[in-house]
């Protein structure tokens, strides 16, 4: 049978710690599923990237991995007890779930499905709040993402719509 995992992440934006997770993932499974949570959010500093720009971020860069994958995004809902629920119906069947994110574990588990915690990598550099507080800095950044995460944000002018949402009208 098919083994089909499942790894879900806001990925704003993609970056190589979320990179060598799912390489290891695809190890140890046939089909990975992504999850391109929040998929309903952008243009925020928190969550600048659309769900369109993270699924072209996440597609690209997993290109150089030997696995199928299937990239889709998912609306948060406002009920957590049903959210595995509404995962299940929106992707294809999976019957693991790869996660750091302890309120995406504790839901997981507690509908009965088994969970994998992968090896946090380098996470103090490796982390989204980093990356786009360097972007706004005007620091480097650059090596923290795979090369089709710097054309896509560049493709959509991610480095001036961050700093423009960051400004205020005074
Ligand atoms: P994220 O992009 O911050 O992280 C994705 C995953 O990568 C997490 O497991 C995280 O721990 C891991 N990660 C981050 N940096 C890493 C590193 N350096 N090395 C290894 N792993 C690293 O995304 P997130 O916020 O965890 O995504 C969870 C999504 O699930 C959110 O969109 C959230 O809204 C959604 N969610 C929604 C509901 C609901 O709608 N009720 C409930 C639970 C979760």
Not at 19 to 40: F, L, P, T, Y
Not at 75 to 91: C, F, G, P, T
Not at 134 to 160: F, M, Q
Request: include cysteine; charge should be negative.
């Amino acid at each position: 049978m098919v083994q089909r995992a499942f790894y879900i992440g806001r990925f704003q934006p993609y970056h190589y710690g979320h990179h060598s997770v799912i390489r290891n993932i695809a190890k140890e499974v046939d089909e990975i599923i992504v999850g391109i949570g929040s998929a309903q959010i952008s243009h925020t500093i928190e969550n600048p990237f659309t769900a369109g720009e993270r699924l072209l971020m996440v597609s690209k860069s997993i290109e150089e991995f030997d696995v199928k994958a299937y990239i889709v995004p998912l609306e948060d809902i406002y009920r957590n007890d049903l959210w595995v629920a509404h995962v299940k119906s929106m992707v294809p069947p999976f019957s693991r779930v790869y996660s750091n994110n302890p309120l995406v574990i504790r839901l997981f588990k507690e509908e009965g499905m088994e969970v994998k915690e992968c090896p946090l990598y380098q996470r103090d550099r490796y982390s989204g709040t980093e990356i786009r507080r360097r972007i706004l800095a005007g620091e480097e950044w650059k090596h923290l993402v795979p090369e089709a995460v710097i054309e896509v944000i560049e493709e959509v002018n991610g480095v001036e719509r961050l700093k423009e949402i960051s400004q205020d009208d005074c």
